[in-house]
């Protein structure tokens, strides 16, 4: 099993796959910062799929270890794809439940860098576990299609909370989570690092 969790740096090969997608070519980070991981997972119905995702540097073994351990725990997630199969549209890759990390971009609402762009935020099961945020007294939920996972009363499949495997294991690597983590919004999805300086 071990042969199938790996980290790569950004070789050719990979770059094709995002040049002009989620790296952009106003990207203010090297290549180098960047590692590819590649995971195996489970969805709902336990069957084993391969996933790949690429994150920053610095929480690349972080994340290995966290798939690794959700995998033998049979954690259901349905989708780790790269975002650039949505042509690095987070609102398509969101509304399709696919888990993700880079992909530069401005947080939504703000002309701010996200960590995403940063490879330093993950999103897992997003469907599921929607953004929900007021934006002039108008409330936006996100991907547009997860309005019936906004009650979090709810039990449903996918799931995150504070009693959830993936959140014991992010929190326990140090990530802070934005379904409780974030001042003024909810990001059920999210989790993150911050510290991130741009030179």
Excluded at 87 to 94: H, K, R, V
Excluded at 152 to 168: A, S
Aim: hydrophobic share 35%; net charge negative.
């Amino acid at each position: 099993m071990n042969e199938s969790f790996y980290i790569s740096e950004i070789d050719e090969k990979i770059f094709a796959k995002i040049a002009g997608k989620s790296y952009k070519k106003n990207c203010p980070l090297p290549l180098e910062e960047l590692r590819y991981l590649h995971v195996l997972h489970k969805d709902l119905s336990g069957k084993t799929l391969e996933g790949e995702l690429i994150c920053n540097v610095s929480i690349a073994e972080n994340l290995l270890d966290i798939f690794k351990k959700l995998y033998e725990a049979n954690y259901p997630i349905e989708k780790i794809r790269l975002i650039d199969e949505y042509a690095a549209d987070d609102e398509l890759s969101m509304s399709d439940n696919n888990s993700s990390c880079f992909n530069f971009r401005y947080v939504s609402y703000t002309n701010r860098i996200s960590l995403h762009g940063y490879g330093l935020a993950v999103d897992i099961n997003p469907l599921y576990n929607p953004y929900i945020k007021s934006v002039d007294g108008k409330k936006i939920i996100a991907p547009a299609n997860a309005d019936d996972f906004e009650d979090r009363t709810k039990n449903f499949p996918y799931k995150i909370d504070e009693n959830d495997l993936c959140y014991k294991l992010f929190t326990a690597h140090g990530f802070l989570w934005g379904g409780k983590d974030l001042p003024d919004e909810k990001d059920y999805q999210h989790f993150f690092k911050e510290g991130r300086i741009i030179r």
